[in-house]
């Protein structure tokens, strides 16, 4: 029996989980205020829906990873600053982020963290650590299959160049 053949949770982390849990509570705490702001700036209810859904995730996500570091003696990253609620009207047409805008941002963030929950998850060596970021990706993977799918109804979508099987003749 070796130090790491035990309850995982009574297991040292190794310095790739602590930099991975400290940048994953940073990351959680930086998109709890974003989304907020995004939030004030969104029209469109279903965005709003989901948004407000990804500020529960990050909370919940925060929650998970600060007893975390402070089990483990880390110190923690700068918290989340609460956004105030603005009506979207106020706010001018110029200095407003568009829904279609929020909605790319939203989904460009979602991507990124998919790739980072996947890595934290692949270098982890306590498995209650491993499962806590696997828990992240399916989350965030099932929300971005829902901005996705609003993108498209919308219109919002913007896909590369699409590839054709066959070069397109004027014929």
Known sequence: ?????????????????????????????????????????????QLRDLIEEAIRQAQ?????LEPLLKENGVGLPPGPMERPQADVNSIPPGARFQDQEISMIMSGSIA??????SQMASQCIREDIGAMFLQFHNQKAA?????????KNNGWLMPPPLHQSAPVTGE
Request: charged content about 10%.
């Open 143 to 151: 929300l971005g299959g829902r901005f996705l799918q609003l993108n």
């Open 1 to 45: 029996m070796g130090i790491l053949s035990g309850n995982p949770k009574n297991e040292p982390m190794h310095y790739g989980e602590v930099y991975g849990v400290w940048t994953a509570l940073l990351a959680a705490n930086g998109a709890i205020g974003t989304h907020q702001t995004l939030l004030n700036h969104a029209g469109d209810k």
């Open 112 to 117: 990124a963290s998919l790739a980072a929950c």
């Open 60 to 64: 919940s996500e925060a929650a998970q």
